[in-house]
């Protein structure tokens, strides 16, 4: 084992305590991890930054590497990444819905390297990442949080009509198939080399889109799944109160003014990057 409290130069905070909660910088810890998969996770991240228009950031927290219970935790082989904090920017990851480009970005390199990730759609992860080597990284079609991978980018970065389950189907791979011709990958995605490449140029083009200005209905969007999210008893006076909000002759008057491509040219942005 070994004792770090920086990965790369970037300091390890934590910030689960009430002095330091979740979604702050919290303070700088010391924290035990095997040392093979200390130098998988530098690797990680280092490519997750290079590639990210942010750059390097200057605080990562986690809400831990080495915990004492069953699975990679107790060896010291699993990595819990709560959030992200930039000099002007934070990815808290509980905040998919606002982020969802830089989010998706960030995951699409990590799975490069990890075989294992549990994102903000696999149950009880909405709150962090947790990374691990504890399987082979490629992609299988049972895998529930691989496939919630893909049907997250196919749906937010490529615009695909798509349901988010979690669950390989005729609609997952059709959409698959789409997108690959377009990227000019090989199939199946189930090859390594597909996958990794797929990984690749999907990150490239989620942190290309983050780079755009966020548009008014793009944050209304957001709004809606927001909303969807909320409690039933919460949800429908929520959704009636902002339906209200659209309906109103001012607002449809403004939202008519508004001149965007909804779908980001997302064929020019593809050819951009495999040309």
């Given amino acids: 084992m070994k004792k770090i409290n920086q990965v790369n130069g970037i300091p390890l905070h934590y910030a689960r305590l009430t002095n330091h909660p979740y979604g702050t910088r919290g303070e ?3 924290f035990l991890i095997e040392e093979s998969f200390f130098k998988v ?11 990210c228009p942010l750059g390097v950031p200057e605080v990562i ?23 992200i904090f930039w000099k002007d920017k934070t990815l808290v990851t509980m905040n998919f819905v606002h982020q969802k480009e830089l989010y998706l970005g960030i ?8 075989g294992i990730v549990l994102n903000y759609h696999y149950p009880n992860h909405k709150d962090h990442w947790h990374v691990d080597t504890s399987v082979p990284v490629d992609y299988n079609e049972n895998s529930k949080s ?9 749906k937010h970065i490529y615009k695909e009509e798509i349901l988010v389950d979690g669950i390989w189907g005729r ?22 080399k597909n996958y990794l490449q797929f990984l690749e ?7 290309k889109l983050c780079e755009e200005q966020i548009s008014a209905t793009h944050l209304l969007d957001n709004l809606t799944e927001v909303i969807e999210d909320l409690p039933e008893q919460n949800r429908i006076t929520v959704r009636e109160a902002f339906n209200s909000f659209l309906d109103h002759n001012d ?25």
């Fill in 201 to 207: 140029i999907t990150g490239k083009i989620a942190f």
């Fill in 28 to 30: 700088q810890r010391d």
């Fill in 61 to 83: 927290t986690t809400a831990g590497i080495f915990v004492n219970k069953p699975g990679q935790h107790g060896h010291g082989k699993a990595f819990d990444l709560d959030a």
């Fill in 171 to 192: 609609q997952t791979a059709g959409a698959v198939k789409e997108v690959f011709n377009k990227l000019r990958i090989n199939t199946p995605i189930t090859t390594k």
């Fill in 41 to 51: 996770l530098e690797q990680a991240l280092q490519e997750v930054f290079e590639n």
């Fill in 251 to 275: 607002t449809a008057q403004w939202l008519n003014t508004i001149k965007e491509d909804h779908n980001h040219d997302i064929d020019s942005l593809i050819n951009s990057f495999i040309i």
């Fill in 146 to 154: 691989e496939t919630l991978y893909l049907q997250l980018v196919l």
């Fill in 107 to 114: 995951e699409s390199f990590l799975r490069k390297y990890f």
